[in-house]
């Protein structure tokens, strides 16, 4: 087939908003956007809201969110099919004058009624071309009533071909392709045609989509054709499928992808693990966006389906968490922390977070870890307190408040040998002391290192606490 001639890479993402934005879609716009980016080419995006019934503002809103989020800022765009009805309509009109288009006045029980009739017969089920203009052919009376629709008058022999960028060599009879119905009885174009005009119009030269939409493509081409149009190359990618094999669906995941920010999931994490959902360099399992975008071309796509896996997407986080800086780290918690109604100023919050982040798969596991520093002291449950704080305990908690108050340096190491001191001194072992310690000034029987504890609460919050006891 004759493809698109620009010398400058154009690709796009054209999500309906008839929902969130999920990961298989996400997907699917990252593959284009690196794709845009490896060749230094345009990535365009474009809103095909012409489902009045289903398209809402909310959704349009969360796509341009979770783009913003996933930072694959389009260059141009977003496009709105409901902005470009003329253009459409000035298409159509130019396709019935040149005869590659013609009204059809068969009505949809009508048109069942054909295709019922060749299932009956073992064929396709199909529109029978009852009104499509032929030489020679006497088409039926108008009927007065009746508002037409029109329809794409598709080659009748042959066959559409294109060798796709993913799945190889792919080939459609003509003869299995209906006449396509391009605008509904009151004018409004259908979903297939406004494609075709918009990626003509955008200069499309590639086209990476969901492999849903395989069957979509030779009737595009062929539309595309008819207009004498370039035509892009189509890549299509295989779907997601849940870590059951299945389809992927909510019960997995497949939620909006904005959810994933909520839960503590950082956005480069997640373009690293939607990258490797499908497309691999090597055997890296980690990378940059820079890397990405330098390694990424369409050979190394796989044909078949890709598997969501929740562990590895929180192994690939909790990467990005470790290797952050504290600083940065702190900027993306201190919100959370407000969320649980704690005050993120009340501590060194880099600080903290570097206490925390080696063990974190999460922001919001960070943060609920900083509600140790960050929030109000709650005290441990009495019976928790009442066995584990014996008078031996209360003996070594007093000795250790005494010894504590006179350190000239409240840092985690002078703490830390306090500690080791204080155990050799009492000949005990580190539970003894340990336990007791974070229970009274933590109120939790599990902590980090007690050193770094005890250091980012500060002495006045440690010592109040062990006088209070």
């Known amino acids: 087939m004759t493809s698109s001639t620009s010398s400058v890479v154009r690709t796009r993402f054209a999500p309906s908003p008839t929902g969130y934005l999920h990961l298989g879609g996400a997907r699917t716009a990252l593959f284009s956007w690196a794709f845009a980016r490896h060749h230094q080419g345009v990535f365009v995006l474009r809103i095909e809201d012409t489902d009045l019934e289903r398209s809402t503002p909310e959704a349009v809103q969360a ?5 913003e989020w996933l930072g694959m800022q389009p ?16 298409v159509i009109a130019q396709m ?18 054909m295709r019922e009739k060749a299932r009956a017969a073992g064929l396709k089920p199909r529109y029978d071309g009852t009104w499509r203009p032929e030489a020679g052919k006497t088409l039926p009376p108008v009927p007065a009533d009746r508002q037409p629709v029109v329809r794409f008058k598709n080659p009748a022999d042959g066959a559409t071909s294109w060798n796709d960028l993913i799945k190889g060599p792919i080939s459609f009879d003509n003869s299995e392709l209906d006449d396509l119905i391009i605008a509904r009885p009151d004018g409004t174009p259908t979903y297939n045609f406004c494609v075709v005009v918009d990626d003509w119009d955008m200069q499309i030269t590639h086209v990476l989509r969901g492999d849903d939409h395989v069957n979509n493509t030779p009737r595009q081409i062929n539309i595309l054709r008819a207009l004498g149009a370039a035509l892009p190359e189509y890549g299509h990618v295989p779907m997601i499928l849940g870590p059951d094999g299945e389809k992927l669906s909510k019960r997995h995941g497949a939620v909006n992808v904005m959810e994933y920010d909520s839960d503590g999931y950082l956005p480069e994490a997640m373009i690293n693990y939607l990258a490797r959902l499908g497309w691999s360099h090597g055997n890296d399992e980690l990378f ?13 796509l796989t044909k078949s389906a890709a598997q969501w896996d929740p562990k590895k997407l929180n192994w690939v986080n909790a990467h990005y968490i470790k290797h952050s800086s504290n600083e940065d780290l702190a900027a993306r918690v201190a919100p959370r922390i407000r ?35 960050c929030g109000v002291y709650a005290p441990a449950d009495a019976e928790l307190l ?21 350190l000239p340096d409240w840092t985690s190491e002078a ?19 340990g336990i007791p310690l974070r229970l ?19 002495r006045e919050r440690v010592l109040e606490r062990l006088a209070a006891t």
């Not at 040998?417 to 002391?433: R, W, Y």
């Open 96 to 113: 019935l004058k040149d005869g590659t288009a013609y009204h059809c006045y068969s009505s949809p029980a009508e048109v069942e009624a």
């Open 440 to 458: 009274v000034v933590t109120g939790q029987k599990q902590t980090p290192s007690l050193g770094p504890v005890l250091a980012l609460l500060g």
């Open 63 to 67: 796509i341009l969110d979770s783009m």
């Open 288 to 300: 940059t966006r820079e890397q990405l975008v330098e390694w990424f071309d369409t050979r190394h």
């Open 415 to 433: 703490l830390d040998a306090q500690i080791k001191s204080l155990l050799a001194d009492h000949g005990v072992k580190m539970p003894k002391l």
């Open 386 to 406: 009442a066995e584990h704080l014996d008078d031996a305990a209360r003996a070594l908690l007093a000795d250790f408040a005494q010894k504590a108050q006179a």
């Open 75 to 90: 260059d141009e765009g977003p496009f709105y099919q409901m902005q470009r009805m003329e253009r459409y309509r000035e």
């Open 339 to 373: 969320q649980r109604q704690g005050d993120p100023d009340a501590v060194d919050l880099a600080a903290v977070m570097g206490l925390l982040k080696d063990r974190a798969d999460t922001l919001n596991q960070l943060a609920d870890g900083a509600m140790l520093f």
